[in-house]
């Protein structure tokens, strides 16, 4: 059926059509001036590269949901064309078909912005909290790093990601300078929440910071879980104050003569003799 044919059955729905490109390069062009809600698209397009190459490039620029029109059901072809299809039209197709298609194609679009929208958004809540926060998808590799935790373990998130949390955390107990045990034993079969209350994490930079860290499943059920999140608490200052009261508690304890402290208030009156 012709161009004329499907612009027909498209304008009886109120669509606004374009004259169709007639190659990959134009096809761009077009997308670039227009900026369309919907592209329908030939896979063998005609030109330097074909639709799926088509379609990558001008993803790569607009978010604009693309249908393929295609006559073959190889699955090689749809292989290729799922990464930057919203939907697959086999020709011929009715006009309820394209219809169809279209309806799904604009919710599929309309389904991803929001999810885009929401992981942006907790993505900025994360990376503007005080504490440090890795993700761990269900191969337990880290995909996620605020840029807090960047800072206490002192890795950047593209030298952490793909990394587990065992080589990325060098833990140590606090008073024997030796592995966390406890963390290396648990942390790759990990079904309930735990936390380490005191720890050592040796950075990257061979920083030695005091933490405290809460580590849970991610669960998409009761029985899946798919992934892990740790959230790192840098207590270092607080350790340190807690350090200097404790040896200005026992320096105090150990003077044999009274001792009285006391709070003086400045006034601004002059004093009388």
Known sequence: MSSQYYKKMLSSRGYIVYPPARSGPEAIE???EVKPDLIIMDINIQGEFDGVETAKRILSEFNIPIIYASGSSENETIERAKSTAAAYLLKPFTKRDLFITIDVAFAKSEMEQKLRKNEARLSTILGSIANGVL??????QVEYVNDTAEFITGLLSENATGK?????LDL?????N???EFFYEQVDSLKHAITIQDACLINAGGESRRVSLHISPIRTSAQNINGLVCVIFDITDQVEIATQLNTLGLALESISDGVIILEI???TSSAKI
Not at 164 to 168: A, D, S
Request: no cysteine; hydrophobic share 25%.
């Open 172 to 176: 140590r107990d606090p008073q024997k």
């Open 178 to 180: 030796t592995p966390l």
């Open 164 to 168: 587990t949390l065992k080589e990325l």
């Open 135 to 140: 993700a761990t998808n269900s191969d337990g």
């Open 265 to 267: 208030e400045e006034t």
């Open 30 to 32: 077009v997308a670039k």
